[in-house]
């Protein structure tokens, strides 16, 4: 419309912003992380811990 | 070990997959590009960003290419079609131009960043002479496409092109005759020749020993730098200028900014070989020299006073010969000479003055500082990373998602 309308820069500066505007709904999609989803207390409670080392000491040399 | 993935049933995965398979067999399969998953500074990348904006311009050169006539008679005419009658000529145009603009500033920006964070050592010395080579001549590549427009202001920087290859000491004349020829017709055609091929073959070439085998490609970053060049298409749209007549002088007219800096270096009336030869070659000069010097293990410029110091107080000097470049004296009486004239005695008085206070000024503050912090452990601080919760981040994707609809839709119509 812009173009048409003789206003040639304007729509040079619409293009730009439409860029601009996808950088940065690029850049928050990317960002975005989910928040972690919430454990039961009772599921948590049945986990049991762990009994022996998690690593070897051999595996540390 | 890990296991094998399940062989992909999509064909544009197994084309994909086929393709990188096959070009295993070239020279690409040596480059590694990432794209990074977070957001990274663009000054980590800003050589690539040059690069983009490279491929911008060999894009919309290329279409300017279709409509474009190298002759002295019809090359003015014919930009001014592709500005007014040409569809969406306007708009290559301004990217072209503005896109050059961008390129000679993400160049420089991209060889200071290097230089201030030591980029150079660790084996990149061949990496930092072909990018200076590079960087000379894109600024060698926008000012033979100014040219082109064959305006008052191509014919300013041609006159300034043609006395300092004149000025050259035992092959001046000969210098200028291979490369401005002799005539309008001639200069036009060669500069062309330059600008669409000669030039960029070069910058091709050079790019092949400039390029790191490890390549970052931010596409929101290189998005805006794009969005960025539309932006001040949009607000500072390039003028056509006045025609140039060979048979009136030109009125008074600057160069671009990037060239402003040597034209006042010529306007100070010192011979032409000297100001706008060897005084810009020292600069260069500087650089090439730098990474051969500088055999310091620290990267850091905290920990680089000299260099640092002697980085800071090369850009004053740009900075004030740039800005003085585009100073004409408002007195219209006075004759064109006398106003385009730069007085030397204030001229080099500041340009010593300022170089020496800022190169005496920082190292002497940083070393104290070093001094000062040298029982001290340094502490590391990391800037917190900024979060959106899933409301406003959802909210600010419906935004922007209308944003663009609503321009797609005004475009369209």
Known sequence: ?61 | MAEKSKPSSNLIVKLILWIIDRLERTIFIGVKITLPKKFLSPLGFLGMLTFVTFVILGVTGAVLMLYYEPTSANAYETVKNIEEKVPYGFLVRNIHYHGSNAMVFLAVAHLYYQYFSGRYKIRNEIIWVTGLILGVITVLEAFSGYDLLFNDRAELAVSIGVSLTNASPVIGAQLQQFIWGSGFAEFLIRLYALHVFVIPLMMTVLMLFHFPRFLVLDVPIATAVVGIVLITGGLLPIELGVKFDPDFPPGITVPEWYLTGLYAFIRTGYDKFFTGGVLPLLLILMFLAVPFIDRNRKFSWKDRPFFTALGLASIAQILITTVWGFYVDPDPNKPTVLRLFIDPIPFYSLLILSGLVMYVGIYGYMRAKIAMSAGKKRVITRPKPITLSTRWTTVAIILLLIFDWHTCLTMQT
């Not at chain 1, 040639?8 to 996808?22: D, W, Y």
């Not at chain 1, 811990?49 to 070897?56: D, K, N, Y």
């Open chain 1, 1 to 61: 419309m812009s173009y048409n309308a003789n206003l040639k820069n304007l729509a040079l500066f619409e293009i730009g912003a439409a860029m601009m505007v996808f950088a940065v709904l690029f850049h928050i999609v990317r960002a975005y992380q989910p928040p972690a989803p919430m454990v039961a207390v009772a599921t948590a409670g049945a986990v049991k811990p762990p009994t022996g080392p998690a690593v070897q000491a051999s595996e540390t040399k």
